[in-house]
């Protein structure tokens, strides 16, 4: 029998059906109470009562990994991405203190290779069982002409409840409440852009040795997956020892943390708190980008900046330590200034860079 005309233009509807079968075992391996469907219907189906909560407020996000995807692409290296995606998504929840549900994910392709998206539902699991969610369904798209066809890209769409009562605004920070750092495990999912052509302008291969980790090859190196944050920060919201937290993404801590701030607070934050990561001093130098950018683009070592009141500083930094997480007193919150916009730094010297 010859081909069907709709895979002579390449798609192949067999090699979707064989994917879904074989993506089910993933989500089935990670089922929340909740969950009320199967994947492979129409639309997930969740039940927040069953979940434990009385009065949910839903919150839902969606993200993507970027530029970072062309290294996975580059190096053949898709095992982690996912673990990505679901912390792009999933981080962006518990900063308003909701625990994550479940997420959906849309893989679009030129080519469908399932061993390749097998792998990246594979990571996207993975990602789910270190955030304490489901994946409930997702969508993948084979669209050649659109993409090249060793080419993808993911995107995913979570959705986490909060008791009304235990929603974090933010509203309540007043200065002199302290901002706690926790440490990020490399640049996360932003910047990649940048980093990219440094990578390029040095004329280096990504499975040459990191200039920064010379044990290790750079592209596996910068494939660091993002942080998952969610089983550090819930005992921690359970407890209301948090004020408000900011997700130290793309905008870096310049334009993340005031996102979370009253009109009439700022943040002051002090660089000499903690020490710049290796691949940040990299990049800084290699890329000859200043202070300001770098600050801007990156998250510089800090994952996610918490805001607690004076008097729990102890308490937090102690279960932060319980659990092997690096944090650091980063700043304080004080009254803001006609003259100030958000944020000011101490210590902006060369001296942070070296």
């Given at each position: 029998m010859s081909a069907s005309k709709y895979k002579q233009a390449g798609v192949d509807i067999e090699a979707g059906q064989t994917l879904v079968d074989n993506i089910k075992r993933f989500a089935n391996a990670r089922r929340t109470d909740g969950v009320s469907s199967d994947i492979g219907g129409y639309g997930g189906v969740f039940e927040p009562k069953a979940?434990?909560?009385?009065?949910?407020?839903?919150?839902?996000?969606?993200?993507?990994?970027?530029?970072?995807?062309?290294?996975?692409?580059?190096?053949?290296?898709?095992?982690?991405?996912?673990?990505?995606?679901?912390?792009?998504?999933?981080?962006?929840?518990?900063?308003?203190g909701a625990k994550p549900l479940f997420l959906l994910d849309y893989v679009a392709t030129g080519r469908?290779?399932?061993?390749?998206?097998?792998?990246?539902?594979?990571?996207?699991?993975?990602?789910?069982?270190?955030?304490?969610?489901?994946?409930?369904?997702?969508?993948?798209?084979?669209?050649?002409g659109l993409y090249q066809l060793e080419d993808y890209d993911l995107a995913g769409f979570a959705v986490g409840a909060v008791e009304r009562e235990n929603l974090i605004t933010g509203q309540?920070?007043?200065?002199?409440?302290?901002?706690?750092?926790?440490?990020?495990?490399g640049a996360h999912s932003n910047g990649f852009s940048l980093i990219r052509k440094v990578v390029a302008d040095q004329d280096l291969?990504?499975?040459?040795?990191?200039?920064?980790?010379?044990?290790?090859?750079?592209g596996e190196a910068l494939l660091a997956p993002t942080?998952?944050?969610?089983?550090?920060?819930?005992?921690?919201?359970?407890?209301?020892?948090?004020k408000g937290m900011a997700h130290i993404t793309g905008g870096g801590l310049t334009d993340?943390?005031?996102r979370i701030l009253?009109?009439?607070?700022?943040?002051?934050?002090?660089?000499?708190?903690?020490?710049?990561?290796?691949?940040?001093?990299w990049i800084a130098d290699?890329?000859?980008?200043?202070?300001?950018?770098?600050?801007?683009?990156?998250?510089?070592?800090?994952?996610?900046?918490?805001?607690?009141?004076?008097?729990?500083?102890?308490?937090v930094e102690k279960r932060l330590k319980e659990v092997g997480e690096e944090a650091y007193q980063i700043g304080k919150i004080i009254p803001r200034k006609e003259s100030c916009t958000g944020i000011t730094y101490q210590g902006m010297t060369d001296r942070w860079l070296a």
């Open positions: 979940a434990g909560f009385k009065d949910p407020l839903l919150v839902s996000t969606c993200d993507g990994v970027g530029t970072k995807l062309r290294l996975a692409i580059t190096t053949q290296k898709h095992d982690t991405i996912g673990i990505d995606l679901v912390a792009m998504c999933v981080n962006d929840l518990i900063v308003q469908l290779d399932i061993g390749i998206v097998r792998e990246i539902i594979a990571g996207v699991a993975a990602g789910c069982k270190l955030a304490g969610c489901t994946l409930l369904g997702g969508e993948t798209a084979e669209m050649p309540d920070i007043t200065p002199d409440d302290v901002i706690i750092g926790i440490g990020s495990s291969e990504y499975d040459s040795p990191a200039p920064f980790m010379l044990d290790i090859p750079l942080k998952i944050y969610i089983k550090t920060l819930l005992p921690l919201i359970e407890k209301k020892l948090i993340n943390l005031p009253p009109n009439a607070v700022t943040a002051e934050i002090d660089l000499q708190s903690w020490r710049l990561p290796p691949v940040f001093r290699k890329g000859d980008v200043s202070i300001p950018e770098m600050l801007k683009t990156f998250n510089c070592g800090i994952g996610m900046a918490l805001v607690i009141p004076k008097n729990k500083v102890g308490e």
